[in-house]
Nanobody, 115 residues
Framework: QVQLVESGGGLVQPGGSLRLSCAASGLTFSRYSMSWYRQAPGKERELVAVISTTGDSTNYKDSVKGRFTISRDNAKNTVILQMNSLKPDDTGVYYC????????WGKGTLVTVSS
């Protein structure tokens, strides 16, 4: 079955960096556009970044532009979210999503930005 497993979350101070990874299995990864979402406590889940099947097209939530970078390695079935200059507002559970006709979601990884 399809599995998406996120990793790399943790506690980081404001201004710090984290690198999230999402490992996919059970699907033809190169056919799927990949996205990162996040959900802060008490808030709805929101789109953070999306990358096309080949990686040549990306889009970001305005508040993370210039700080976050999404990338993918189709040979390793992996999508990465590099997060720099982190702010307390970036705190939340980060989810990976695969889309090709239907959506598959991972279980998330917690990112806490706090001093």
């Amino acid at each position: 079955q399809v599995q998406l497993v996120e990793s790399g979350g943790g506690l980081v101070q404001p201004g710090g960096s984290l690198r999230l990874s999402c490992a996919a299995s059970g699907l033809t990864f190169s056919r799927y556009s990949m996205s990162w979402y996040r959900q802060a406590p008490g808030k709805e889940r929101e789109l953070v970044a999306v990358i096309s099947t080949t990686g040549d097209s990306t889009n970001y939530k305005d508040s993370v532009k210039g700080r976050f970078t999404i990338s993918r390695d189709n040979a390793k079935n992996t999508v990465i979210l590099q997060m720099n200059s982190l702010k307390p507002d970036d705190t939340g559970v980060y989810y990976c999503k695969a889309t090709f006709g239907r959506d598959y979601w991972g279980k998330g990884t917690l990112v806490t930005v706090s001093s």
